[in-house]
T-cell receptor, first 116, second 116 residues
Framework: GAGVSQSPSNKVTEKGKDVELRCDPI?????LYWYRQRLGQGLEFLIY????????KSGLPSDRFSAERTGESVSTLTIQRTQQEDSAVYLC??????????????FGDGTRLSIL | AQKVTQAQTEISVVEKEDVTLDCVYE???????LFWYKQPPSGELVFLIR??????QNEISGRYSWNFQKSTSSFNFTITASQVVDSAVYFC?????????????FGSGTRLQVQP
């Protein structure tokens, strides 16, 4: 079956512009996660959705970052007034049941964001 | 606060050698899960194994084996008779269960290069 799909795969933009990154989770997965991976580093948690609500936004680095999820499916991560330190690969993951510990998260290929 | 340490930044071995990737974690929770993920050059993270905090049995899957020791807070990963296809970045991750937080805390990863 289809895995987690992210678009675009690459995004290059100028500093100060807004960007939107999209994630289509595996069909039927109620939990959705966003992570950020800076070059040569591990993944940093950004936000977790259970259905359409976000019980944990603790990883969002600033108020320039926001995310939403609709229809218990697609999620959009928006970064406003981008800065060069926002350059990273943004990874989305999903898992079948939210609120249940220990479920493997299934990751997409990520969006590579480059801020000029 | 939770933390995952992968002290080995990069390991290079020759094909057929055995190699162990170290992972040390910190948590105050009594219920937690540990994971290993593989990130090949293509970029997509692939789930390898999970282990919960109440199960210290070691696990073997083909050439892969995992050694979980609560006494030393370690969850090490051994590849026996390594192959070129094992070349990737390997991440250890922790999910804490006592607080209801579903985010994974990742180590910084170990890059494994298997030379032919």
């Amino acid at each position: 079956g289809a895995g987690v799909s992210q678009s675009p795969s690459n995004k290059v933009t100028e500093k100060g512009k807004d960007v939107e990154l999209r994630c289509d989770p595996i069909s039927g997965h109620t939990a959705l996660y966003w992570y950020r991976q800076r070059l040569g580093q591990g993944l940093e948690f950004l936000i977790y959705f259970q259905g359409n609500s976000a019980p944990d936004k603790s990883g969002l680095p600033s108020d320039r970052f926001s995310a939403e999820r609709t229809g218990e499916s697609v999620s959009t991560l928006t970064i406003q007034r981008t800065q060069q330190e926002d350059s990273a690969v943004y990874l989305c993951a999903s898992s079948p049941l939210g609120g249940v510990i220990g479920q493997p998260q299934h990751f997409g290929d990520g969006t590579r964001l480059s801020i000029l | 606060a939770q933390k995952v340490t992968q002290a080995q930044t990069e390991i290079s071995v020759v094909e057929k050698e055995d190699v162990t990737l170290d992972c040390v974690y910190e948590t105050r929770d009594t219920t937690y899960y540990l994971f290993w993920y593989k990130q090949p050059p293509s970029g997509e993270l692939v789930f390898l194994i999970r282990r919960n905090s109440f199960d210290e049995q070691n696990e073997i899957s083909g050439r892969y084996s995992w050694n979980f020791q609560k006494s030393t807070s370690s969850f090490n990963f051994t590849i026996t008779a390594s192959q070129v296809v094992d070349s990737a970045v390997y991440f250890c991750a922790l999910e804490e269960g006592d607080t209801g937080r579903r985010a994974l805390t990742f180590g910084s990863g170990t890059r494994l290069q298997v030379q032919p």
